[in-house]
């Protein structure tokens, strides 16, 4: 009978998690494609609260609390809740909800599977379903919560044979059963931790290779015994922020990262082989990285992929490589390398390849300034690329500039994270807009507008629940406010089309326009700013906030057409940039990307930086497939930095003018510029760093000129950077380009 009362529950959610399936199965044709969305905003997201969920107040907020009923997994970690935890992060995804985690210990057994399936446009296609995606968040407040693989678990003895404790993935719509990663868009782990118990060295804690507003965000993962502690690599808009990986075989696992692949904040200690080791696209960004090695050998290593040339590159920042004893080399290299303002302590070499010691180290703290370490890739379909640093116009094949030898200082890593309190979807401090006294109704017809500036000139943090906000004007941000949504996929603020504020081509108008000075600091996350096509005098955003603010893992859209997909409609050319960066703006910005193609003129920039004094930290940037006359500029600005830079399509990804202080960490992508022209466009600046400059070539007959991302180009035709009098060669992907 006791036996029979463990089980029990698990029985239930199982049962529970068949007859969701089945209900799906009987709404609609396919059980792995979500049904149309109709309404105020259809194809966005549906607004309404689904009936099932226990926790009511929760529910209503978007979160869906997997302790509640009917999933009623335990928290106290007594018995098994995988079936409870699978059930409920499938309802989310198909409810377009949050899964959320109270604090506590959720034991399981077996794979957590969060799969992005298919959804059915308005205008009967079927497509990947990016607004769809499985967002696990766990408690920001109170005891942590914390995912633990039981000891034993069946199925996790083998390294031979390895099994992912938790796997985000999306399906590919040719082989719905397998997945495909750059596709798998809006998945999200925060906040929830991953503990492997002893007996299961088979184990990989968390495979997540995703794209554009993916996530893994304030992780710890702690390897008591397994193989592997994150396999994957989240690039394209994307990115790893502010995790912890503790013992296993391998710290980072990124083998088959997406381009680009971003680190921010992340340490990685007590790996008994590799803390990372790299073969991805492109290159690896990695800023303010700790690494702690008691184990011998190489605590980073990359080596180049087969099936194109300028892959397997590393781009480490602000970061610190501490062997306890002397041992070494620190990066064992298969392909270029930059390291920018690097700690490093017993590394007996800094660098190797396979001809042996690049660069030799020694006992106590080394301070490499800036190394760049060129490393020619293979010919390739009768292409030889070169990576030469290139400095001042001079190539070479290395650069090296150290600094007195000394440990780092103490915030080498904090200050690429944002230590102050975040406004998550639980923070006790924030008032709620659909709550009194504001009432805001969130369902797409009803205008929200007054209700949400209200709550701004009244609180300092303004929480916007699951829903559709419509807006007839800006939304202005005063010094301090703090506006967050629940989720980048289900809290969508959208200009209402035809609205006086909205329809001035002289005077375009922003829907959230922040503060301005650089005193003022704005926090604006996890929601969705919708500019829609049928409103081309409104764009998503007017930053003009100081250097101690924050925008994180916004999207900034302007699809799909305000009917939906079904009423593709002839607009005009939006001329305006959508997210416009002057005054005094500045700050950490976390996950920016841009994708529209349609209806631009030719001075729309997905991103104008204009004006601006500085700092301005972006943490993978993505802005492709502009039709404009770039897709990115920076001008008459300083102390912009770029960590991770991702594009497509064949127009300028980064036009600069008159600036100086611009740092590019890394860029990746398929992008082949025009003939004759360039993907870097440069004039009249100076100051200027670009590290790690590659990329897929996309070759002549592949796509066209209609095509999103363009049509290939003979790479012999066109250059990565052009700059009067320096830029480089069309065949050169350097590993540095620096101007001063």
Same mark, same amino acid.
């Given at each position: 009978?006791?036996?029979?009362?463990?089980?029990?529950?698990?029985?239930?959610?199982?049962?529970?998690?068949?007859?969701?399936?089945?209900?799906?199965?009987?709404?609609?044709?396919?059980?792995?494609?979500?049904?149309?969305?109709?309404?105020?905003?259809?194809?966005?997201?549906?607004?309404?609260?689904?009936?099932?969920?226990?926790?009511?107040?929760?529910?209503?907020?978007?979160?869906? +609390?997997?302790?509640?009923?009917?999933?009623?997994?335990?928290?106290?970690?007594?018995? +098994?809740?995988?079936?409870?935890?699978?059930?409920?992060?499938?309802?989310?995804?198909?409810?377009?909800?949050?899964?959320?985690?109270?604090?506590?210990?959720?034991?399981?057994?077996?794979?957590?599977?969060?799969?992005?399936?298919?959804?059915?446009?308005?205008?009967?296609?079927?497509?990947?379903?990016?607004?769809?995606?499985?967002?696990?968040?766990?408690?920001?407040?109170?005891?942590?919560?914390?995912?633990?693989?039981?000891?034993?678990?069946?199925?996790?003895?083998?390294?031979?044979?390895?099994?992912?404790?938790?796997?985000?993935?999306?399906?590919?719509?040719?082989?719905?059963?397998?997945?495909?990663?750059?596709?798998?868009?809006?998945?999200?782990?925060?906040?929830?931790?991953?503990?492997?118990?002893?007996?299961?060295?088979?184990?990989?804690?968390?495979?997540?290779?995703?794209?554009?507003?993916?996530?893994?965000?304030?992780?710890?993962?702690?390897?008591?015994? $397994?193989?592997?502690?994150?396999?994957?690599?989240?690039?394209?808009?994307?990115?790893?922020?502010?995790?912890?990986?503790?013992?296993?075989?391998?710290?980072?696992?990124?083998?088959?990262?997406?381009?680009?692949?971003?680190?921010?904040?992340?340490?990685?200690?007590?790996?008994?082989?590799?803390?990372?080791?790299?073969?991805?696209?492109?290159?690896?960004?990695?800023?303010?990285?700790?690494?702690?090695?008691?184990?011998?050998?190489?605590?980073?290593?990359?080596?180049?992929?087969?099936?194109?040339?300028?892959?397997?590159?590393?781009?480490?920042?602000?970061?610190?490589?501490?062997?306890?004893?002397?041992?070494?080399?620190?990066?064992?290299?298969?392909?270029? @390398?930059?390291?920018?303002?690097?700690?490093?302590?017993?590394?007996?070499?800094?660098?190797?390849?396979?001809? $042996?010691?690049?660069?030799?180290?020694?006992?106590?703290?080394?301070?490499?300034?800036?190394?760049?370490?060129?490393?020619?890739?293979?010919?390739?379909?009768?292409?030889?690329?070169?990576?030469?640093? @290139?400095?001042?116009?001079?190539?070479?094949?290395?650069?090296?500039?150290?600094?007195?030898? &000394?440990?780092?200082?103490?915030?080498?890593?904090?200050?690429?994270?944002?230590?102050?309190?975040?406004?998550?979807? +639980?923070?006790?401090?924030?008032?709620?807009?659909?709550?009194?006294?504001?009432?805001?109704?969130?369902?797409?017809?009803?205008?929200?507008?007054?209700?949400?500036?209200?709550?701004?000139?009244?609180?300092?943090?303004?929480?916007?629940?699951?829903?559709?906000?419509?807006?007839?004007?800006?939304?202005?941000?005063?010094?301090?406010?703090?506006?967050?949504?629940?989720?980048?996929?289900?809290?969508?603020?959208?200009?209402?089309?035809?609205?006086?504020?909205?329809?001035?081509?002289?005077?375009?108008?922003?829907?959230?326009?922040?503060?301005?000075?650089?005193?003022?600091?704005? @926090?604006?996350?996890?929601?969705?700013?919708?500019?829609?096509?049928?409103?081309?005098?409104?764009?998503?955003?007017?930053?003009?906030?100081?250097?101690?603010?924050?925008?994180?893992?916004?999207?900034?859209?302007?699809?799909?057409?305000?009917?939906?997909?079904?009423?593709?409609?002839?607009?005009?050319?939006?001329?305006?940039?959508?997210?416009?960066?002057?005054?005094?703006?500045?700050?950490?910005?976390?996950?920016?990307?841009?994708?529209?193609?349609?209806?631009?003129?030719?001075?729309?920039?997905?991103?104008?930086?204009?004006?601006?004094?500085?700092?301005?930290?972006?943490?993978?940037?993505?802005?492709?497939?502009?039709?404009?006359?770039?897709?990115?500029?920076?001008?008459?600005?300083?102390?912009?930095?770029?960590?991770?830079?991702?594009?497509?399509?064949?127009?300028?990804?980064?036009?600069?003018?008159?600036?100086? +202080?611009?740092?590019?960490?890394?860029?990746?992508?398929?992008?082949?510029?025009?003939?004759?022209?360039?993907?870097?466009?440069?004039? &009249?600046?100076?100051?200027?760093?670009?590290?790690?400059?590659?990329?897929?070539?996309?070759?002549?007959?592949?796509?066209?000129?209609?095509?999103?991302?363009?049509?290939?180009?003979?790479?012999?035709?066109?250059?990565?950077?052009?700059?009067?009098?320096?830029?480089?060669?069309?065949?050169?992907?350097?590993?540095?380009?620096?101007?001063?």
């Amino acid at each position: 009978m006791v036996r029979l009362l463990r089980i029990l529950p698990g029985l239930l959610c199982l049962a529970l998690g068949i007859f969701c399936a089945a209900a799906a199965a009987a709404a609609q044709e396919d059980p792995l494609v979500a049904p149309t969305i109709a309404g105020a905003a259809p194809d966005t997201v549906d607004a309404r609260v689904p009936a099932l969920p226990g926790n009511r107040r929760l529910a209503g907020m978007g979160l869906l +609390d997997v302790t509640a009923a009917p999933f009623h997994a335990d928290p106290a970690g007594q018995r +098994d809740s995988t079936a409870a935890i699978q059930a409920a992060v499938d309802y989310a995804r198909d409810h377009q909800m949050v899964c959320y985690f109270p604090g506590g210990t959720y034991r399981i057994s077996d794979t957590i599977r969060c799969v992005q399936n298919f959804y059915r446009r308005s205008n009967g296609k079927t497509m990947s379903a990016r607004n769809h995606p499985c967002v696990l968040l766990g408690a920001s407040n109170g005891p942590r919560a914390t995912l633990l693989l039981a000891p034993h678990s069946p199925g996790f003895a083998s390294p031979a044979h390895p099994r992912y404790v938790v796997h985000f993935w999306a399906r590919d719509p040719e082989k719905p059963g397998e997945p495909r990663n750059d596709i798998d868009m809006g998945q999200v782990l925060a906040n929830l931790d991953i503990r492997v118990a002893q007996g299961n060295p088979g184990a990989v804690a968390l495979r997540h290779s995703g794209a554009q507003g993916s996530e893994v965000l304030g992780c710890t993962i702690t390897l008591e015994d $397994g193989l592997t502690g994150f396999d994957g690599g989240l690039g394209s808009g994307g990115s790893v922020i502010d995790l912890t990986v503790q013992g296993g075989e391998y710290g980072l696992d990124l083998l088959d990262a997406q381009p680009t692949a971003t680190l921010v904040g992340v340490t990685l200690t007590g790996q008994r082989r590799r803390s990372i080791r790299f073969a991805g696209m492109h290159t690896l960004v990695a800023v303010g990285v700790k690494i702690r090695r008691s184990a011998p050998g190489a605590a980073i290593e990359t080596w180049p992929t087969r099936w194109a040339p300028n892959n397997g590159r590393l781009t480490l920042v602000d970061s610190e490589i501490a062997y306890d004893a002397l041992s070494g080399p620190a990066i064992l290299a298969g392909a270029p @390398v930059y390291l920018d303002n690097v700690f490093l302590r017993n590394a007996a070499a800094l660098v190797a390849d396979g001809s $042996g010691v690049r660069l030799a180290g020694g006992p106590g703290w080394i301070h490499v300034q800036s190394l760049a370490l060129a490393l020619d890739p293979p010919e390739w379909k009768g292409i030889r690329y070169t990576t030469a640093a @290139v400095v001042n116009g001079r190539r070479q094949d290395q650069y090296l500039r150290l600094g007195l030898p &000394g440990p780092p200082p103490p915030d080498l890593q904090s200050r690429h994270l944002w230590t102050r309190d975040f406004p998550w979807p +639980d923070s006790p401090d924030a008032a709620n807009v659909q709550a009194p006294p504001y009432n805001a109704a969130g369902d797409g017809a009803a205008d929200d507008t007054a209700a949400l500036q209200k709550a701004l000139d009244e609180h300092r943090t303004v929480l916007l629940p699951r829903g559709l906000y419509r807006l007839t004007r800006p939304l202005v941000m005063r010094p301090g406010s703090r506006l967050a949504g629940v989720s980048q996929h289900n809290t969508v603020l959208f200009a209402a089309p035809g609205t006086p504020a909205f329809a001035d081509p002289d005077r375009p108008a922003p829907l959230v326009r922040t503060a301005e000075g650089p005193a003022a600091d704005n @926090v604006l996350a996890f929601c969705w700013l919708y500019a829609p096509r049928e409103a081309p005098d409104a764009f998503a955003l007017h930053w003009r906030c100081g250097g101690d603010s924050m925008l994180h893992n916004v999207a900034l859209q302007t699809s799909p057409p305000f009917g939906g997909y079904a009423r593709y409609a002839k607009t005009p050319e939006r001329n305006a940039p959508l997210v416009l960066v002057d005054g005094s703006g500045g700050g950490r910005w976390y996950n920016f990307y841009q994708e529209s193609w349609l209806a631009m003129g030719p001075g729309y920039r997905h991103l104008r930086i204009s004006g601006i004094p500085g700092p301005l930290a972006i943490y993978q940037c993505n802005p492709e497939h502009a039709r404009g006359e770039a897709n990115m500029e920076i001008a008459d600005s300083r102390g912009v930095s770029i960590y991770g830079l991702k594009g497509e399509g064949n127009l300028p990804i980064l036009r600069l003018r008159n600036s100086r +202080d611009i740092r590019v960490f890394g860029y990746g992508g398929n992008a082949a510029a025009l003939e004759g022209s360039a993907l870097f466009d440069i004039a &009249g600046c100076s100051a200027l760093l670009l590290a790690n400059l590659a990329d897929t070539p996309r070759l002549p007959g592949q796509g066209s000129d209609d095509f999103f991302a363009g049509r290939g180009v003979d790479p012999l035709r066109w250059s990565m950077v052009h700059q009067a009098g320096l830029g480089t060669l069309p065949l050169e992907r350097p590993v540095l380009y620096l101007a001063e």
